[in-house]
């Protein structure tokens, strides 16, 4: 029971298609519990590839999100998108607080309300997608616009602020090293924004997700100004980019396998299963994202970690672990099993994961309705693929009709 005896140099910077990256591959084939650096931050960290020692880290009290907290941890970018106060740093019980207030704001009489908004604004983006003729770029089309339009719309945030909080979110998520200044200010312009408007929606509260939030009881607690504000920035954040890259991603997916494309567009009931399966198979991020810290000496697979240690954890590796899935690197849109960890785990499961599925299904859905004889312009091999940010996706994705 011996540490990994080398660290690896891992830039996770792999960006082919939607292929697996190799290194990560031979990580959890032939090191499964591994001692690696990243592009930034210091020191080295572990990472945890297999789906039982994934879920491990991500449900067991002895791994602390909240230690990371004024460290310089291991990370893919120069400055730390997480908020230090946000709920994606928070332990139990605080963060089961906060989650339980925030999942309110998420229950089937609100995720209606924000299904039918999604539909309309799908239904707005293909009508002009529609009327621009074809060929046309899906990303310009739909990817891109449907998800901010649904988040801002869900949050009720004014038209005219909608692209500078769109390009403070992007700029986050830049990877270059001469960014970080602008990720810093960014950062702070966000936070101002949204404890003015979350102030605003808590005095004059109206039928948006905000104010729902505002008005959240579990008992006697409520959220509080701060909580409330940095947690209207995270679901801008989080709702919005990682969508649209993922629509990206599934529509090229479907386009590029004519055998699968057949299956959903003869059943179409068969959607949200297919989903499912997709988001497990889509490589849809590069490398990790907000770290552990052991908070005591702790075994993984015959690999002692020390107390004080950081921990990284693939939600990639995990939903490609052949111990969990039969055939883990084929696409099985008809696939039953374990769930998939593309959303996370345990305490930091996604909680704006209903919302994000939802506009999936009506996304897809609605395309593949709308576009019978929908396919690629261009050979799948030419389509351009992001590089410079830790999210994967088509840069551009023209389709023909």
Known sequence: MEPAAVSRNCPFDYAEALEFDPVLKHLM????????????GDGEAWLVTGYDDVRTVTTDR???????????FPRMTPEPIVQDEAINVMDPPGSSRL???????FAPRHMERMRIRTQHVVDELLDRMEKHGSPADLTEHLADPLPLATICEVLDIPEADRAQLRSHARTMMDVGIDNRDNAVRAKADLRAYFEKLTAHRRANPGEDL???LAAARDGDEILNDQELAVMAMVLLITGQDTTTYQIGNIAYALLTRPKELAMLRSDPGMLPQAIEELLRFIPFRKGVGIPRVATEDVELSGVRILA?????????????DGRKFDRPDELDLERTGPSHMTFGWGGHHCLGAPLATTELQVALGSLLERFPDLKLAK????????KTSIWRYPLALPVVW
């Open 210 to 212: 905000i104010s729902t």
């Open 379 to 386: 050979p799948a091999e030419e389509v351009r693929w992001n």
């Open 99 to 105: 989650r339980s207030l925030v999942s309110k704001g």
């Open 62 to 72: 002895r791994f602390s999100r909240s230690a990371v907290i004024g460290r310089n």
């Open 29 to 40: 084939t032939e090191e499964p519990v591994s001692r690696i650096r990243l592009p930034h």
């Open 308 to 320: 004080g240690d950081i921990v990284h954890v693939s939600y990639l590796t995990a939903n490609r």
